[in-house]
């Protein structure tokens, strides 16, 4: 796989908590700043269908508290917002998150502006990254969705991504930056979307600000903490990993796209956000550790290989392997599907 350099140059210095500092006065001609990530350009499909045929009753009662709530937003702090992003459900549906995201992270409705015109940004150096990334990402919009609509979603994200880049021009777009930018224009639209997006990209402890540097160094710097945390919670797994040398790029996409890049469910996907949005930036990479551990059984029986061992671990929710009859099945009707219509 080809990218980026990821030696540490001159103004990509990160800390812990991913405060990456401006990086003026630098000649970034040499550098290529879409960073190409192993199969990013072609996202899983989302499942925007949700079939709730039975509801919690701890989850309706949290619905019902989440709309006296919202009449009456401003009595609500910031700690109470969280809470409901945190616990059991999240914040449940869309139309609870379109007004609780901005809160989470300190939107005001004063920045809540109209987005320039297209063909304002068409003159922007990133500009044709963005589209082909854009056009690459149809995947990532409901099914189903008339022509007339998905071109103007289109046109939206272009935008997004292009008036953040361009407020802030030391930040670089990043090949996935896109996966991040659909999800909050999906759920907040295109006003909203822009600030809540800016606060993610830049200031102290904007969590997709290291992905935003001149190379990786940065990034994959904070994503080799999941190795400490995999060593506390199983040495054997541990060990395994070190002596496949697998590293840590089979992570690289869900980290930089929050995992927007990798799930197929819609709802998983935002569900995640909910957390993510009110969590310490370093957050997904405990939830990267987690999914490792819970792979821990499958890494364990694979071959000690570099290559298999990536394989195994970028998918993030693998097949399940057949019964010995559907293997049966499968030989002597190759064209039969005995496992349609079950439950992936």
């Known amino acids: 796989m080809e990218s980026n350099s990821t030696d540490t140059e001159t103004g990509d210095k990160c800390d812990i908590n991913g405060d990456c500092s401006p990086t003026p006065h ?15 350009s072609t996202p899983s499909e989302l499942k925007f269908d949700e079939d709730f045929e039975f509801e919690d009753p701890d989850v309706t009662e ?29 914040l449940i549906a869309d139309e609870y998150r379109r007004q609780i995201w901005p809160l989470l992270v300190g939107v005001t409705i004063e920045e809540m502006t109209d ?96 992905f935003m540097q001149t190379t990786l160094q940065p990034t994959q710097h904070l994503l080799n903490y999941m190795f400490p945390v995999i060593r506390r919670a199983d040495d054997r797994l541990a060990d395994c990993l070190d002596k496949a040398g697998v590293g840590t790029m089979f992570a690289l996409p869900w980290y930089l796209t929050w995992f927007g890049h990798s799930l197929n469910r819609y709802a998983d996907v935002v569900r995640l956000y909910d957390y993510f949005l009110c969590a310490p930036p370093l957050f997904p990479v405990y939830v990267t550790a987690a999914l490792v551990l819970h792979r821990a059984p499958a890494v364990l029986q694979c071959d000690c290989d570099m290559a298999m061992m990536h394989c195994l671990l970028s998918r993030v929710s693998p097949p399940p392997a057949p019964s010995p009859l559907t293997r049966r099945h499968k030989l002597n009707s190759p064209k039969s599907l005995p496992w349609q219509g079950g439950k992936n």
């Open 62 to 90: 949290k619905r019902n508290e989440l709309e006296r709530c919202l009449k009456n937003p401003d009595l609500i702090n910031l700690e109470q917002w969280q809470n409901f992003a945190k616990s059991k459900a999240g």
């Open 115 to 210: 987005p320039p015109s297209l063909d304002d940004l068409s003159k922007h150096s990133e500009y044709h990254q963005v589209v082909m990334d854009v056009n690459r990402s149809l995947k990532r919009f409901p099914p189903g969705i008339p022509y007339e609509q998905r071109v103007a979603l289109q046109d939206q994200l272009t935008v997004l991504i292009l008036r953040v880049i361009m407020k802030y021009p030391h930040l670089k777009y990043y090949q996935g930056y896109h996966d991040v930018a659909i999800t909050l224009l999906l759920v907040c639209g295109d006003k909203a979307s822009f600030p809540l997006l800016c606060r993610l990209s830049y200031g102290p402890g904007a969590p997709l600000a290291p």
């Open 26 to 40: 630098k000649d970034t001609a040499s550098f290529n700043h879409s960073k190409n990530i192993d199969d990013i």
